[in-house]
């Protein structure tokens, strides 16, 4: 079982930026695919980010030159910094860790950007 931690949501205003975490439990996180999706309301829940073991990343378009994820294997945390927000970006945000086949999920970070 893995459990995930987010911090670092809230209100921002647009052109305005946040850093996102998430702490893992377990003892091969560095194994850990780990991503960032987001869910707004109404709308599926989306892949935002993604870093895999060896650390190849990959973006959704819609965040592509203003979002980026980072791993620290030391401390089980990824990160999602997020700069240029957009009042599209609002929603809440879920960390995501793949481990042997089974995806587990954090319980959500809302994110809310202001026009």
């Known amino acids: 079982q893995v459990q995930l931690v987010e911090s670092g949501g809230g209100l921002v205003q647009a052109g305005g930026s946040l850093r996102l975490s998430c702490a893992a439990s377990?003892?091969?996180?560095?194994?850990?695919?780990m991503g960032w999706y987001r869910q707004a309301p109404g709308k599926q829940r989306e892949l935002v980010a993604r870093?895999?073991?060896?650390?190849?990343?990959n973006y959704a378009d819609s965040v592509k030159g203003r979002f980026t994820i980072s791993r620290d294997n030391a401390k089980n945390t990824v990160f999602l910094q997020m700069n240029s927000l957009k009042p599209e970006d609002t929603a809440v945000y879920y960390c995501?860790?793949?481990?042997?086949?089974?995806?587990?999920w954090g319980q959500g970070t809302q994110v809310t950007v202001s026009s």
């Open positions: 870093v895999i073991s060896d650390g190849t990343t």
């Open positions: 377990g003892s091969i996180f560095s194994r850990y695919a």
């Open positions: 995501n860790a793949g481990v042997l086949f089974i995806n587990y």
